[in-house]
């Protein structure tokens, strides 16, 4: 299901602003990567804002406009989580902040540069279904994230949560399976409305 997470990720980059290049549309499985295979998409945003004081290493939804360009790799092993002891022992999470990944991401957008002018320097975004919740193992995670080169993380439930919000339960989204799946969820009262309190981030985020 990697190609439908990555769909859902794109969708909320593009309901958020963002254009958005997504360099495959086939899951490599029997043989090993090349470059261009390790970053799922690429997206810019023509008018960022400027980011919030509050803005930390966990995106939500409110500090997305902040965001210029970025690389943007998506790990969607939802029945698992990311552990300080499987970011250890699963290099090939990282395999995308190898300097020849990167630098044929540079070469990506270089591609535009003289449409897009002048430019913040990519940022590097994994997404995840998520962090330990107790500590130590929340922030020893994010501390070995950091420290192999990513700018930032952004979770699955962050994304559907602003998905959800976005969807208009009498809007035809047919060119978008994922969109279409979500508003029938609605439409067929099978997704409640949230509880106050799960926005309560979010909500402090944007004020």
Sequence with gaps: MAGFDENIVREYFELNGFLVRQLRKYQ????????????????????PEEANAS?????????????????????????????????????????????????????YFAEDSDLIGNVDPVSKILVLPGLPS???????????????????????????ENLLQGIEANYSYQKSEALHLLRLLKIYDMVKPPQMELFSEERRRRS
């Design 134 to 160: 107790s500590e130590p193992h929340r922030e020893e995670s994010i501390q070995l994230l950091k420290d192999h080169g990513i700018d930032f993380i952004i979770t699955f439930r962050t994304i559907l």
């Design 55 to 107: 803005r930390g290493f966990q995106l939500f939804s409110g500090d997305i406009p902040s965001i210029h360009r970025a690389l943007v790799v998506v790990k969607g092993w939802h029945t698992s989580s990311f552990t300080p002891r499987m970011l250890r022992q699963s290099s090939k999470i990282f395999d995308f902040l190898k300097k020849d990944v990167l630098d044929s991401v540079e070469q």
């Design 28 to 47: 490599v499985q029997a043989r090993k990567k090349r470059t261009d295979e390790e970053v799922d998409l690429l997206v810019y945003h023509p008018a």
